[in-house]
């Protein structure tokens, strides 16, 4: 029986691990949890959330929700503990974490075809190997990673917003609702404009946390600190994050001057996290901050914000469209550490990393996906020459766009395009897992 090894068991090294175990591959899991923690890891489990619990859009109209589709449609075992722990989020897929990571851990530790050994990994293995040691890869790896021929690393950071208790909330001040009526999943903090330009000007003048070379034009745009966002101007929260349109205060009948909106992060909606609020403040000064948005005056903090610093590899010329490492067959990166960026983009390649290497190991070959899905889009992305490479989402400017008609005409409502562009690609995908390429299920 074939055999392979998976170093790390975030999103997408679990992931990996089972898109190989489905296909009879004798995996070796390595994950360095529980002896050793990088420092924006609390919990043991594996596929751990280390910043938000939201998953992003699941409509078929974002990139993300379309990829999301992709991979159910594969077998996903991410998406299996998403749909699984998913809490209230209106159009987003949102999840418990504690539900999301022990359905995952109960899953990989249960496959016959897994062997789970704890402790880190500080070398390349030889033989067959996905490395999906994440942003936070340790410091001795990341030295011998950096070590392979041809490869650059390089840095950016990335931050998580503080999550508070509901029951420490002023309710009086806060009310529910999803944006455009699109159900009540959110709670909201209306903000008036004198609130608003106060809470601005104390954010700029906070005590921010040192990170060490922190530099502002590392922070990826994605995980932006709030506190930067204001930085750029006056308006830019109330433009970002805090911006109030589609939501009417119920309590005055019109839309707020800014919210800031609070997700719910537990099943049992005990805990919400103030969704943007990514954040260096020191401690005490997101409780003195934070504690001028209006319902946050006395809230309890489960988590504060933090920020760290994060890894990703010079992609380009280094790895090929199914992450597989040019110069060194057999061997894969998955996950953050390649340049996708976000969980279901983490998970995702991971998908493909065990597609592919399972698919070699059975001797079919390695597994090719068009950039006309939203899976491939994302191995085109990771693999194109490009000078600024920086980490990616998955979005409709990746994805191949529709050829004209015959009278040479484009769709140009957006919603219809990328309705056409999603069927497309589902096609493709349902197509692939009826062929005898695709062999996962026949070991579950």
């Not at 489990?45 to 999301?68: H, I, W």
């Not at 455009?180 to 104390?202: I, K």
């Not at 009948?253 to 537990?266: F, M, S, T, W």
Request: hydrophobic share 40%; net charge negative.
């Amino acid at each position: 029986m074939p055999e392979a090894s998976v170093i790390g068991a975030g999103l997408a090294g679990s992931e990996a691990a089972w898109q190989l175990a489905q296909q009879g591959i004798t995996v070796h899991l390595y994950e360095m949890k529980p002896e050793k923690k990088s420092p924006a890891h609390v919990r043991d489990d594996f596929g751990e959330l280390v910043c938000s619990n939201s998953l992003r859009s699941d409509r078929l109209t974002n990139g993300v929700g379309l990829l999301k589709e992709e991979m159910r449609r594969l077998d996903s075992l991410i998406l299996r503990a998403a749909d699984h722990s998913r809490v209230p989020a209106g159009g987003a897929l949102a999840v418990d974490r504690d539900a999301f990571s022990g359905y995952i851990t109960k899953a990989l530790l249960s496959h016959p075809c897994i062997h789970v050994q704890h402790g880190e990994v500080t070398e390349v293995p030889e033989g067959p190997v996905i490395i999906a040691t994440g942003p936070l890869t340790s410091e001795a790896l990341s030295q011998r990673i950096a070590a392979l021929p041809g490869l650059t690393t390089l840095n950016f950071y990335d931050a998580a917003a503080p999550i508070v208790t509901r029951e420490s909330l002023d309710m009086e001040k806060i009310f529910r609702q999803s944006r455009y009526d699109r159900g009540d999943d959110y709670l909201n903090c209306p903000m008036d404009e004198d609130t608003y330009h106060a809470f601005v000007a104390a954010l700029l003048s906070a005590q921010t946390a040192p990170v060490h070379g922190f530099e502002e034009k590392k922070v990826f745009e994605g995980c932006m600190p709030v506190e930067s966002m204001a930085r750029r101007g006056e308006m830019v929260l109330a433009f970002g994050p805090l911006k109030p349109v589609g939501l009417v205060d119920p309590r005055t009948g019109k839309q707020p001057y800014a919210v800031v909106q609070l997700r719910q992060d537990n099943e049992e909606g005990t805990l919400y996290n103030l969704v943007g609020f990514q954040t260096r403040l020191l401690f005490p000064e997101q409780k003195r901050v934070f504690g001028m948005i209006p319902g946050l005056e006395n809230a309890s903090y489960a988590r504060y914000g933090v920020m760290h610093r994060n890894t990703f590899l010079q992609a380009p010329g280094f790895l090929n469209a199914h992450f597989e490492v040019i110069n060194r067959p057999l061997t894969y990166f998955a996950g953050q550490i390649t340049g996708v960026e976000g969980y279901v983009e983490s998970a995702a390649s991971g998908l493909l990393c065990g597609l592919s290497l399972g698919s070699q190991l059975r001797g079919e070959g390695s597994v090719e996906f068009p950039s006309l899905t939203a899976i491939g889009a994302l191995g085109k992305h990771v693999s194109t020459p490009n000078r600024d490479y920086q980490p990616m989402n998955c979005t409709f400017g990746l994805i191949d766009s529709l050829p004209v008609d015959a009278q040479h005409r484009k769709i140009r409502k957006k919603t219809e395009r990328y309705e056409k562009i999603a069927a497309r690609a589902l096609q493709w995908i349902d197509d692939f897992a009826s062929t005898q390429l695709y062999r996962q299920g026949e070991n579950a």
